[in-house]
């Protein structure tokens, strides 16, 4: 994976576009994974200070963890630029780290990532964040 590293900056200029979850994934598929205890990024949102828990899997790549967004500038996104930080759980372990932006090429996303890439043809519409332990 080709990557350069970018400093995490709070005063972005305007949002990127993003695609917005279908209806299906954000009143079904995302609480069912929440309620299971499936992989969860929990960030303070960038307005009321509050956590907020989304259902984002990580991808591993030459044994580096990564946070991808297919769906553009999201508002996980978002917050997770403005925090600088957050916490990944999965069931009941819970792993505090520190988010450093990447540059990364859509080849890694596979399948998976086509409907946004064809909404979002562009990959510096997809941002990329590695996972790194607070402290490092």
């Known amino acids: 994976m080709t990557q350069i590293d970018e400093p995490m900056t709070a005063n972005e200029t305007s949002p990127r576009?993003?695609?917005p979850s279908r209806f299906f994934m954000s009143r079904v598929v995302n609480p069912i994974t929440l309620w299971l205890g499936g992989p969860t990024l929990t960030v303070r949102g960038r307005r009321t200070?509050?956590?907020?828990?989304t259902p984002v899997p990580t991808l591993e790549v030459d044994?580096?963890?990564y946070l991808v967004s297919?769906?553009?500038?999201t508002h996980w996104v978002r917050n997770l630029r403005a925090a600088g930080q957050g916490e990944l759980r999965r069931g009941r372990t819970h792993e505090p780290?520190?988010?450093?932006?990447?540059?990364?090429?859509r080849e890694h996303m596979g399948w998976r990532a086509r409907e946004f890439f064809t909404a979002l043809p562009d990959p510096a519409d997809h941002p990329v964040f590695r996972v790194e332990p607070q402290g490092a």
């Open 17 to 19: 576009p993003y695609v």
């Open 49 to 53: 200070g509050r956590p907020i828990r």
């Open 63 to 65: 044994g580096a963890r």
């Open 70 to 73: 297919g769906g553009g500038e």
């Open 97 to 105: 780290f520190r988010a450093v932006v990447v540059t990364a090429y």
